[in-house]
């Protein structure tokens, strides 16, 4: 008998009429838990810890935005294809926020908030750095509660069993009993991403402080970690996909943000180096 790690069989409770949506809810916690490490991270640079949550009022809606546009354009044959359901492009509760247009459109919300609080772009993105990863392995959670986001096949003991799903509730058969999907348990992708970008919140806080990391470098070292683990993962998920030369999409998104996170890794550290010092040395006014 194969251990194996059980899914949950509801991912909605229902609060009177309102219902409470887990993977709504691990969104959420991610974005608090965010904001909060941000605000530490900003004192440190001088700042009010307020000055997160006044950024945030731009680079949440920016980033929700932002990842299901991702999501949608990536994948649109849900929405837009054959029997398509163009309205459940909206219904972000029922997961699906691409992290690429969630950082891109989320940073440009955030630069928005900066021009108009008067804080430097990269003292914030830096300070966020670590605590957008940790949001994220909050948010894969979700994914979990949802029954989605699974490898293959494997027996190791904590393969993942995986219900079918339908409107936030497990498929049951005329027992009432859950319908697993065939061909399990799976690999659970969504712990494996959730442990990596843990791992990267550490990096990205243990180098800052042992090396003073110029300004802007550690969200660029953020941007390179997390698409070399998401190479990994994309790989071993079996979940249908649009390909691109024979590679998910997302591989070749990954490989284009890593070598972007390490050209402007590059350069922050140049200009450091011209401006003679690390970020301590650089006017708070720069943007």
């Known amino acids: 008998m194969i251990a194996a790690i059980p899914s949950p069989t509801t991912g909605v409770w229902q609060l009177g009429p309102l219902p409470?949506?887990?993977?709504?809810?691990?969104?959420?916690?991610?974005?608090?838990?965010?904001i909060?490490?941000?605000?530490?991270?900003?004192?440190?640079?001088?700042?009010?810890?307020?000055?997160?949550?006044?950024?945030?009022?731009w680079a949440v809606p920016f980033g929700i935005v932002g990842g299901r546009l991702y999501h949608v354009i990536t994948?649109?044959?849900?929405?837009?294809?054959e029997n398509g359901r163009p309205l459940d492009a909206l219904k972000i509760w029922?997961?699906?926020?691409?992290?690429?247009?969630?950082?891109?459109?989320?940073?440009?919300?955030?630069?928005?908030?900066?021009?108009?609080?008067?804080?430097d772009f990269w003292d914030l993105a830096d300070s966020a750095a670590p605590g957008v990863a940790v949001a994220q392995a909050m948010g894969r959670w979700g994914n979990y509660f949802n029954n989605e986001l699974y490898g293959r096949h494997t027996d190791l003991p904590w393969g993942l069993k995986v219900y079918e799903w339908d409107?936030?509730?497990?498929?049951?058969?005329?027992?009432?009993?859950?319908?697993?999907?065939?061909?399990?348990?799976?690999?659970?992708?969504?712990?494996?991403?959730?442990?990596?970008?843990?791992?990267?919140?550490?990096?990205?806080?243990?180098?800052?402080?042992?090396?003073?990391?110029?300004r802007g470098r550690s969200f660029a070292l953020y941007v390179m970690l997390y698409p070399v683990g998401r190479i990994v993962f994309e790989l071993m998920r079996s979940d249908p996909a649009?390909?691109?030369?024979?590679?998910?999409?997302?591989?070749?998104?990954?490989?284009?943000?890593?070598?972007g996170g390490l050209a402007l890794f590059v350069a922050r550290g140049?200009?450091?180096?011209?401006?003679?010092?690390?970020?301590?040395?650089?006017?708070?006014?720069?943007t």
């Open 242 to 259: 649009n390909h691109v030369l024979g590679l998910r999409v997302n591989v070749w998104v990954c490989i284009a943000v890593f070598l």
């Open 20 to 34: 409470l949506r887990a993977y709504a809810l691990c969104i959420l916690a991610g974005i608090v838990v965010a």
């Open 94 to 119: 029922h997961g699906g926020l691409g992290i690429w247009g969630a950082v891109a459109l989320g940073a440009l919300g955030a630069w928005i908030g900066c021009r108009k609080n008067g804080i």
């Open 36 to 57: 909060w490490i941000c605000g530490r991270r900003l004192e440190q640079r001088g700042y009010v810890d307020d000055d997160a949550l006044t950024v945030a009022y």
């Open 75 to 81: 994948t649109p044959q849900p929405y837009f294809g």
């Open 270 to 286: 140049r200009r450091a180096q011209n401006t003679g010092g690390t970020r301590d040395d650089v006017s708070l006014s720069e």
């Open 167 to 214: 409107n936030g509730e497990a498929v049951r058969n005329a027992a009432g009993d859950p319908v697993l999907v065939p061909g399990g348990p799976f690999h659970p992708m969504f712990l494996y991403e959730a442990i990596w970008c843990l791992l990267i919140a550490f990096v990205v806080v243990a180098l800052d402080r042992r090396v003073g990391l110029a």
